[in-house]
């Protein structure tokens, strides 16, 4: 992917006021699908004790960055990794991702895993340049209604 000078965030919690700005960002990078409410989606990390969204923001404090993280006592997990379409290239999304890592080790956590939707498997190499492995799983789910 070509390469611009680095834009470096001021990387803080989301706040509930940064809900339409946050969830903006996910739908402008494809990572809102039918069967997600990104504004459910956003509440719920804010709400829990062991999740958080990460929003990184530049000069002008516009989000131009996003990761929710969470760990579910045992493993941490990272969610709506984003960077703005228009500042890609430029460091945002190895920053949210360090930030998520070092939200999960000041909490104890040693190990990140996140999925990877199969109509985005060209994500897998940012991820792979940033440290991450493929684990051979197979992931089941069950909606709990
Ligand atoms: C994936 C995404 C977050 C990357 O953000 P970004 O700000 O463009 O990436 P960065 O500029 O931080 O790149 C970090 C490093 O990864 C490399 N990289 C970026 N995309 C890459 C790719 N697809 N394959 C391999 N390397 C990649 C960069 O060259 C850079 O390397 P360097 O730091 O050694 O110079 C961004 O493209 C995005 O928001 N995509 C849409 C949403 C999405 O798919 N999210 C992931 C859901 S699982």
């Known amino acids: 992917m070509p390469r611009r000078a680095a834009l470096t965030l001021t990387i803080r919690p989301a706040l509930p006021a940064d809900e339409a700005n946050t969830t903006d960002l996910w739908k402008a990078c494809g990572l809102v699908v039918s069967y997600n409410d990104p504004g459910v989606d956003f509440r719920f990390a804010l709400a829990g004790e062991t999740s958080a969204v990460l929003v990184g923001t530049d000069a002008a404090g516009e989000i131009n960055g996003s990761v929710m993280v969470g760990h579910d006592g045992h493993r941490g997990w990272l969610y709506y990794v984003a960077a703005a379409p228009r500042a890609q290239g430029q460091g945002i ?9 070092d939200w999960l080790r000041d909490r104890g956590v040693w190990k990140a895993q996140l999925l990877v939707r199969d109509t985005n ?11 991450f492995e493929i684990s051979p799983r197979v992931v089941l789910s069950k909606k709990l209604g």
Do not use: D
Not at 93 to 101: F, K, N, S, T, W
């Open 93 to 101: 999304g190895r920053q949210m991702v360090q930030a998520a890592e």
């Open 121 to 131: 498997t060209q994500v897998v190499s940012f991820y792979e340049h940033l440290g």
